[in-house]
């Protein structure tokens, strides 16, 4: 699970040992916001990731022996595969569009911690209207929380190479989306030089 990768600050937590139902459901909590977003990519329905993040909550309460150090990647990996569990059928009909696709992806791209903070900074909704529901999933998980391409493929029930089909799309839309910001950043800038 250290593929889950996060951009949120981890804290120093004393008493080294085991964590308790509290400490548990607090991760979820001090995560929420994340944890929402990531399952909002997925789903694409704000009622379906609540829902996500609500289930992987519940599950928590089951495993309060789990290490503190391990929590936060345990949240994120819950809320995750709830998530994808909300749209599997949804991710099932997108993947017949990759099908055919051919991919130069490599497997080491993925997105910085800086491109994670300014993707962050755009509305969900923009997003899930750019990407289908595979792509959005490869571009949480791939690109956001830096899983393989194997993992994700694993994941999501379908084949290494519709996953870096679907995740090429996403990095194509970020790219696109970044050149078109750049673009309109450097324009605002000249009007106010005028």
Request: hydrophobic residues 45%; glycine residues 4%.
């Amino acid at each position: 699970m250290e593929w889950f990768h996060s951009t949120e600050q981890e804290q120093e937590r004393p008493n080294g040992g085991l964590a308790s139902s509290h400490e548990i459901q607090s991760a979820f909590d001090v995560q929420r916001e994340y944890l929402y977003w990531i399952a909002l990519l997925i789903t694409g329905d704000e009622a379906l990731a609540n829902q996500a993040v609500v289930n992987a909550s519940t599950l928590s309460a089951n495993y309060s022996s789990v290490f503190r150090d391990w929590l936060n990647g345990w949240a994120k990996y819950a809320t995750v595969r709830a998530a994808v569990r909300e749209v599997r059928d949804l991710i099932s009909a997108s993947a017949s569009h990759y099908v055919d696709s051919s991919s130069k992806q490599r497997d080491d791209e993925v997105l910085s911690d800086d491109q994670i903070m300014w993707l962050r900074h755009i509305d969900p909704r923009e997003i899930i209207a750019a990407l289908d529901p595979l792509a959005r999933c490869a571009l949480a998980l791939r690109g956001i929380q830096h899983a393989s391409l194997a993992d994700c493929a694993l994941l999501l029930d379908v084949s290494r190479g519709i996953v870096a089909g679907a995740y090429s799309q996403a990095l194509q839309w970020n790219a696109e989306h970044v050149g078109a910001h750049a673009a309109l950043n450097n324009k605002d800038q000249m009007d106010s030089r005028v």
